[in-house]
Structures are given as structure tokens and as C-alpha cells.
């Protein structure tokens, strides 16, 4: 328990470090504070709960060696009550003692052994617990009588999709227009390309080091490349204009249009 709750304890720390770009390298004096608070007392438990496992760690293996050494003692001490008077056993006894030893030192290794399996599945049982994606119902996040097609007004049929052509989602906020894209990648898996607003994907462009450019211009890239090299047959888009210029939309509208002659794109625009 000490070990799973110490293991807990560093990935709770861990996925806090994860926000250390937007609260210490943009340095708002607000956000900086609360979140260096957060993390000082996150470290703190992280520490404490680190000592008290390996203490308890350390603990277990000395109880265990000083309860394996007590029928030694024991026996040792009788041995000698017994046969002080006889020199020949009195020197055995005194030759053996340190091989006993060294028993005793292999089984306090073994006992501490014994605990750090235990730590150590703890650790791989965090780790899977962390790479393990949740499941989450999507549907109880959509109203599907909620959300309609911009091009036509009627009720969005997420069973009866075109083979190709231009569908923008419309609705109000929270009736779950991106956990409807979210459900339908769920559904097509391969066979759909779903574009998030804010994401870390990789992109060929991206491997040139030497790549620049606005928000709207690696944009553009993505759009290209997915329509170069991807092989879905729709594509999904999350409010990709959200932070555009009329510009760059007009001409990611323009990819968009020629990508709906072969295939389906459906969108959330901003």
C-alpha cells in the first residue's frame, strides 16, 4: 500500500510538470505563484510518501533477518551451555559461526528482494494504469436533436453520411459537436482523419527544422499533407478557423472545397 501510494504520488507530480510551459515560461506572476504552490507541496508528498516506502521497505528486511537470527542465537547459545566444556564441538561451533553469518546476510537480501517486487509491481501497475486509455461514453455528452448541418438545416445523421461533399456542424456550445467527431473516429477508426484544434501530431513538414510559420500556414501544411498522403475517406476538422486570419481561412477554405470532390470532410467552424 505505501508503494502504490508513493507510486501515485510521482505520477501525480509528474503530470503536474506537464504544465510548466503556459504557468513558468509565459511567467504570468498570478499563475506562476499558484502553480509553483502546487507543485512545492505536490514535491513535498512525493518526498514523504518516497521515504515512508523505502522505510518500510528497509523495515520489513530487519525485522526479517533479526526474527531469522533469533533461532540462531538461540540454538547457538544452547549448543554452547551444552558443549562448553568440549573443545572439539566448542571449535566447530566457532567455525561455522561465519557461514552462519552469511546465511543470515543472504536472507536478509532475499527478504529485501521480496519487498522490492512488490515495488516494482506497483510501478509497472501505475504505468499501465496511466497508458490504459479510459472509456468514456461519448454519447452521454451529445445532444444528437442538438446539432444540424449548416448547408442544409436539418438534424445531423451521424448513421448516413455522404460519400463525399462538405458538412459544417452547427449548434450551441456544449450540445457536444466535437464529442460527435469524437464518437464518429471511434466508429470509422482508419478510414477517418480527425484534425483537433490544439494538438501535437506529427507531420512530415515538421522534420525540417528549418519549417516556419504562422498558425495558419502550418495549417495549410497539415491540410496538404493530409490530402497528399492520408487514405481515409473522411476527414474531420474541429474548429480549425479559430484563430485565423481572412486570409489564411479563404485559403484553407479553398483546400477544404477541392478535398470534399473526393472525399467527405465534416467541420466545426469557430
Known amino acids: 500500500m505505501a508503494a502504490k501510494t508513493d507510486q501515485q504520488s510521482r505520477l501525480s507530480l509528474t503530470t503536474k510538470l506537464f504544465d510548466s510551459w503556459d504557468n513558468v515560461v509565459i511567467f504570468n506572476k498570478h499563475n506562476y505563484t499558484l502553480y509553483n504552490n502546487i507543485v512545492q ?16 521497505q528497509h523495515i520489513n528486511s530487519s ?3 533479526i526474527i531469522l537470527m533469533l533461532p540462531v542465537f538461540v540454538v547457538t547459545a544452547f549448543i554452547f551451555n551444552k558443549n562448553w566444556h568440549d573443545a572439539a564441538t566448542m571449535a566447530v561451533l566457532i567455525a561455522t559461526l561465519p557461514r552462519q553469518i552469511q546465511l543470515l546476510q543472504m536472507c536478509y537480501a532475499l527478504i529485501g528482494y521480496h519487498t522490492s517486487i512488490g515495488v516494482i509491481k506497483t510501478m509497472l501497475d501505475g504505468i499501465l494504469e496511466v497508458l490504459q486509455p479510459a472509456t468514456v461514453d461519448l454519447d452521454t455528452y451529445i445532444q444528437a436533436d442538438q446539432i444540424r448541418v449548416k448547408q442544409t438545416g436539418d438534424i445531423f445523421d451521424s448513421t448516413q453520411l455522404p460519400k463525399q461533399g462538405r458538412v459544417t456542424l452547427v449548434g450551441n456550445n456544449g450540445v457536444g459537436k466535437s464529442c ?8 470509422y ?13 506529427y507531420f512530415n513538414y515538421k522534420t525540417d527544422k528549418a519549417h516556419r510559420g504562422s498558425t495558419g500556414q502550418q495549417l495549410i501544411k497539415q491540410i496538404q499533407e493530409i490530402r497528399e498522403d492520408d487514405r481515409s475517406t473522411i476527414v474531420m476538422l474541429d474548429e480549425w478557423d479559430a484563430h485565423l486570419d481572412k486570409d489564411n481561412t479563404q485559403i484553407i477554405d ?17
Open 189 to 201: 477508426q482508419e478510414r477517418a482523419y480527425y484534425l483537433p484544434a490544439k494538438h501535437n501530431l
Open 254 to 270: 479553398q483546400y477544404l472545397d477541392e478535398l470534399a470532390q473526393t472525399k467527405i470532410v465534416i467541420e466545426i467552424r469557430h
Open 41 to 56: 507541496k505536490s514535491f513535498a508528498t512525493a518526498k514523504n510518501n518516497s521515504v515512508k516506502s523505502t522505510s518500510i
Open 63 to 65: 525485522l526479517g533477518m
Open 180 to 187: 460527435m467527431l469524437l464518437k464518429l473516429k471511434d466508429h
